[in-house]
């Protein structure tokens, strides 16, 4: 079965400073990873995917992840964060057999305190 | 270009009343999900379309909940006789070709509270 755990549901970080974002996942075989933010009353917006290839993957609005296939994580990091960095954030991860759908975490919200 | 796009934004309603939801995804994506998203929870895979294929239904939570997706553009989720806990926030996502590492694009979604 495929599963998601983000532990931290909330996560504090003052301006300026790195930020990390947790998620571990479980899938049987190889993982297509992904994550998305959402800002208030706004629908989800896709940041960045681990396909293949390079494990440090980078997105957009200067997010990166890396895929650790031996900890079966794929941490969502900044070097330094911004106020407007402030949101919910998704892991989601789909196998390659062709399953249709992703599995979600359930999300962790980041606040960045200026 | 438009991204997904959903209707009505908000909807308050009595237990008991169906209603219907609206997504419109993006022109040419032929895969289509619905999902939905409990205050405190991550987000609830209801069910998916791809294509002309039959749907999968899997996620749905009781025979209560429906959708169509015709002409394989736009969908509806219809949910009959509503209860307070199907309050939650319903989001619509498309995603292009049936690779599945392409990246779904998610609609704002609709609020849906029954009173």
């Known amino acids: 079965a495929q599963s998601v755990a983000q532990p931290e549901d909330q996560v504090n970080v003052a301006e300026g400073n790195p930020l990390t974002v947790k998620c571990t996942y479980s899938v049987s075989g190889n993982p297509y990873l992904f994550w998305y933010v959402q800002y208030p009353n706004r629908g989800l917006q896709f940041l960045l995917k681990y396909i293949t290839g390079d494990n440090l993957v980078k997105g957009s609005y200067g997010f990166e992840a890396e895929f650790n296939k031996s900890q079966t994580s794929f941490h969502l990091k900044k070097p330094s964060a911004l106020v407007s960095d402030s949101a919910l954030y998704f892991c989601?991860?789909?196998?390659?057999?062709?399953?249709?759908?992703?599995?979600f975490g359930t999300g962790t919200r980041l606040t960045v305190i200026p | 270009g438009a991204g997904v796009s959903q209707s009505p934004s908000n909807k308050v309603t009595e237990k008991g009343k169906d209603v219907e939801l609206r997504c419109d995804p993006i022109s040419g994506h032929t895969a289509l999900y619905w999902y939905r998203q409990s205050l405190g929870q991550g987000l609830e895979f209801l069910i998916y379309?791809?294509?002309?294929?039959?749907?999968?239904k899997s996620g749905l939570p009781s025979d209560r909940f429906s959708a169509e997706r015709t002409g394989g553009s736009v969908s509806t989720l219809t949910i009959q006789r509503t209860q307070q806990e199907d309050s939650a926030v319903y989001l619509c996502?498309?995603?292009?070709?049936?690779?599945?590492?392409?990246?779904?694009?998610f609609g704002p979604g609709t609020r849906l509270t029954v009173l």
């Open positions: 996502a498309s995603r292009r070709q049936a690779d599945n590492y392409n990246e779904q694009f």
């Open positions: 379309f791809q294509g002309n294929s039959a749907p999968d």
């Open positions: 989601a991860v789909r196998d390659r057999t062709g399953a249709n759908n992703l599995f």
